[in-house]
């Protein structure tokens, strides 16, 4: 497993951006896949973007075209950055690492809290 530490949320408006960072413990090329999920009060845990080490990326219905993910593979990072924020994207975000070989990330920050006001 690689240990992950996410930064960049906070308190935002809607229609407003921000962008999250998930630092890696180690190199993340031998890290397949590094996903961005969230969870809002109440609810199940779900993916909201990830990225494959060739830089292939997919993105949840209900942020495509204002949330973009992408991968610093020099600098062990993952980033996550949100434009056009509504009210229902507040939640707390994890960062997520599946190693090659591994069929289901196994390796999850601690979260960082997304709050978007109305």
């Known amino acids: 497993q690689v240990q992950l530490v996410e930064s960049g949320g906070g308190l935002v408006q809607a229609g407003g951006s921000l962008r999250l960072s998930c630092a890696a413990s180690?190199?993340?090329?031998?890290?397949?896949?590094m996903g961005w999920y969230r969870q809002a009060p109440g609810k199940q845990r779900e993916l909201v973007a990830d990225i494959t080490s060739s830089g292939r990326t997919n993105y949840a219905d209900f942020v495509k075209g204002r949330f973009t993910i992408s991968r610093d593979n020099a600098k062990n990072t993952v980033s996550l950055q949100m434009n056009g924020l509504k009210f229902d994207d507040t939640a707390v975000y994890y960062c997520?690492?599946?190693?090659?070989?591994?069929?289901?990330?196994?390796?999850w920050g601690q979260g960082t809290q997304v709050t978007v006001s109305a």
């Open positions: 180690r190199t993340i090329f031998s890290i397949a896949d």
């Open positions: 997520a690492a599946r190693r090659f070989g591994v069929a289901q990330y196994d390796s």
